[in-house]
């Protein structure tokens, strides 16, 4: 982990203690006396010690002004000086990894450009953890090969959460998200029936305002139009800047559901049947309360669209796609039970219905839980497929099962012991006793494992995979 690595989010003074009347006026009117002579120094001070930290820190400050200009009578007559005081009152840094950096997948990186032979360039998704166990999604870019080595890139410059930009709903599927929260009622259908015939463009606000006003007039009819809202606002897409770099960005929660942190993305390449590739991520959205499982999709790393799942399948943590369709659907690992790991099945990638168990815990070593390590990685002999078992004290064991191409609910073999079990070093940290990874690669031969350790910090483990393979059991062997 490294706590160098921040970024400069609102900060509301009060809102962290849970304190319902706004501090925000006594703060604005002490900023609005500061002499003018002084207020020039001051924003000299802050722009010369936190500018070279933070991507258009002027810009961040004049954005999180505007946030409370509500605040201020004539905010049109303030300098620009006292405006950025204004807004640096209302700034925080935030350290992402202040508490730790864990739980990493990895995929092919989209440039594979001035590498040497047996080299391969790659991302690593990252889940990094800051005060108050906030996660968020953050990247790291490495070489593996040739042969054993690998090379951890530099991860420098200011760190960027990108910009928001527009994203609509596919005709129809916010009817299905809608319906999966439980909400068919005559306001919502009402609000549906407006936005299915107005032009493309109007937004919600305009169809609530077109809802007849005797079912406005519902007592429940408030109620239903903030879960409308709160469910529409749920599909986001955040563009990254072309210069940044991949390590510079950070997939930060900005909807309801995130409130308390993005948990343990497992990304994948996916291959589409007409040749397409894009990367697609299964991630823990928690609010506080409640865990909600969600996928993120991006054609290049840069630009990402985060929308909510549906169905049985997608009411836990862990799902992980499949990097390709088997038999004409998309597949994903679930493990909806909470200790068994299921294949769960989709038409469209978004809404998901369980299939058959695959692997339930029996093994010493996961006599609690089992559950995958990422999506499975294909093979000739089958889809390798990582798992994580949970044994007695809460230690977390990586192990592997294989399963059949065609028909992966058909288990081939398994690994009769653990892959990657905590060493001594390794057993100390914030949640102790666990090595735990969400997804790894093969390359050259080789299966790279980056995983994370006692949820602290990253290592990276490979091995042959022919040995490997060689080693699992098949059923009915005798050492099954």
Known sequence: MDPSRVIAKLFL?????????????????????????????LVAHLLAHFGPRHDDFQGILARHATAVASRVRAPAELSAARMLLLGAC????????????????????????????????????????GEGHLSSIGFAVGVVGPGPTVRLEPRTGPLTTGLAVPADWE???????????????????????????????????????????DLLRRPQAPGILAE???????????????????????????????TNGMEDARFVRFAAPDGTVDYRATYTAYDGRHITPRLLTSPDLRVFTASPLTGPAARNKGMALFPRPVGGRLLALCRSDGETTSIATSDDGQAWELGRPVHS?????????????????ETPSGWLTLTHGVGPM???????????????????????????????????GYVPNVVYSCGGLIHDGRLWLPYGISDSRVGMASVPVEPLLARMTRPGDPAA
Do not use: K
């Not at 809202?229 to 770099?245: D, G, K, W």
């Not at 815990?361 to 990685?377: T, Y």
């Open 361 to 377: 815990p029996g093994a010493s070593f996961e006599l609690l839980q089992v559950g995958n390590c990422g999506s499975p990685i």
């Open 90 to 129: 209302f700034t925080a840094e935030y350290a992402v990894e202040g508490a730790a950096v864990t739980n990493p997948s990895a995929v092919p990186h989209p440039d594979q450009s001035g590498l040497p032979p047996g080299a391969l360039r790659v991302v690593l998704g990252l889940r990094a953890v």
């Open 394 to 428: 809460r230690t977390y064991t990586i192990g592997a099962i294989l399963l059949d191409l065609d028909d992966p609910t058909t288990v081939l073999a398994t690994l009769p012991e653990p892959l990657l079990t905590p060493t001594r070093s390794e057993s100390d």
């Open 171 to 213: 005709p129809g599927r916010l009817r299905t998200v809608l319906a999966a929260d439980g909400l068919d009622d005559e306001v919502t259908r009402a609000v549906l029936d407006r936005l299915d015939t107005q032009a493309a463009g109007d937004d919600l606000e305009r169809a609530f305002a077109r809802v007849p006003t």
């Open 228 to 258: 409308i809202r709160s469910i529409a606002a749920s599909l986001r897409r955040v563009e990254f800047p072309p210069a940044t770099t991949l390590a510079q960005r950070v997939l930060w929660p900005a909807v309801a559901v995130e």
């Open 13 to 41: 003074p009060g809102e962290e203690a849970g304190e319902v009347q706004s501090r925000a006026a006594g703060i604005v009117d002490r900023v609005l006396a500061v002499a003018e002579d002084e207020v020039a120094g």
